[in-house]
């Protein structure tokens, strides 16, 4: 069991601030971060909570789990290990303009066609 929860469903209003208070009263917290979109700075909706110890930890996920927090119901599980993500389009597609048989001639090929 690792010290680090996955926390789910929660209130897109809520404050780093307010996990903070809520996990506090199962035992000390180490660190709250809440998961926001980069180009918004919206809450996603989700995060993780860091726990000074595993039996701390456990404690959460067991008095907290399916709980209400701001009328919403809140997930709280141990957190996996992040895995690596995949490259958008995969690796070795190449860039823009493949068209038929591969070679350039769309969008970004960097061809001219002529202009009547």
């Known amino acids: 069991m690792g010290k680090k929860l996955f926390v789910g469903s929660i209130p897109y209003n ?3 601030d307010d996990l903070t208070r809520l996990f506090s009263t199962i035992g000390e917290v180490e660190s709250v971060k809440i998961i926001t979109d980069a180009a918004t700075g919206q809450s996603k909706g989700f995060g993780f909570i860091e726990m ?6 456990q404690k959460a996920i067991n008095d907290l789990n399916g ?3 701001m009328e919403r119901t809140i997930v709280v599980n141990e ?5 690596p993500r995949e490259r958008r389009g995969g690796e070795g597609r190449g860039g823009y ?3 038929r048989g591969g070679f350039g001639g769309g969008r970004g090929s960097g061809q001219r ?3 009547r």
């Open 79 to 83: 957190a996996r290990p992040q895995q």
């Open 52 to 57: 000074s110890s595993e039996e701390d930890a």
């Open 67 to 69: 709980t209400s927090f």
């Open 113 to 115: 066609r002529d202009r």
């Open 97 to 99: 303009g493949k068209g």
């Open 14 to 16: 809520a404050t780093e």
